[in-house]
């Protein structure tokens, strides 16, 4: 009855497997950074005005949240009205509180306008010196695109934007004038 049993394992992966690989194979790394890390779960319940949340694979700032209470085995319900932060676009989601929902990982950078080429693209820098040549200037609100061009005035004057990044997106949403 007293008898002990050794459990030993050995991956069949392991054994046998050459530790090289080829060149295809060892530069095709995924990048996860676009989609699955670009949000965090949480409870719809604690979700704040003011907050980010994804509605329809969009990431969007919370504007309002209303509860409303269900019977007596209901769920309450958050009812989210947000705005796209890329788009402006308004949208709305019924969620219980209780279940989870997925919110935006939102991160804003101060950039300075190095030049605007002729179709809107943007050559920006950092206070470290790196340069980012991947964002266009933004379409939405309609103006602004017109104004930053009027502010930067082919180089007369220092503009800096402010770049907001969620879900693989980027955009300018602001920016501002150094005298």
Not at 25 to 42: K, L, V
Not at 89 to 112: A, C, F, N, Q, Y
Request: aromatic share 6%; proline share 4%.
């Amino acid at each position: 009855a007293g008898a002990s049993a050794t459990f030993c394992y050995t991956s069949p992966i392991q054994s046998n497997y050459s530790s090289t690989m080829s060149d295809s194979e060892q530069y095709h790394i995924e990048n996860a950074d676009a989609g699955a890390s670009a949000t965090i779960p949480m409870e719809a319940g604690q979700i704040k005005k003011g907050g980010y949340i994804m509605i329809k694979g969009k990431p969007c700032k919370v504007l309002s949240i209303s509860v409303s209470k269900t019977g007596k085995h209901g769920h309450a319900k958050c009812n989210f009205t947000a705005v796209d932060i890329f788009t402006g676009k308004k949208l709305e989601d019924m969620v219980p509180s209780s279940h989870g929902t997925t919110v935006p990982i939102v991160t804003r950078t101060e950039w300075e306008i190095i030049d605007i080429g002729e179709e809107g693209e943007l050559t920006l820098m950092d206070e470290g010196g790196n340069q980012k040549t991947d964002v266009n200037l933004p379409g939405v609100p309609e103006n602004m695109a017109q104004e930053i061009r009027d502010a930067w005035n082919d180089g007369e004057n220092q503009v800096s934007v402010t770049v907001q990044a969620a879900v693989g997106q980027e955009q300018v949403v602001a920016y501002k004038k150094d005298s």
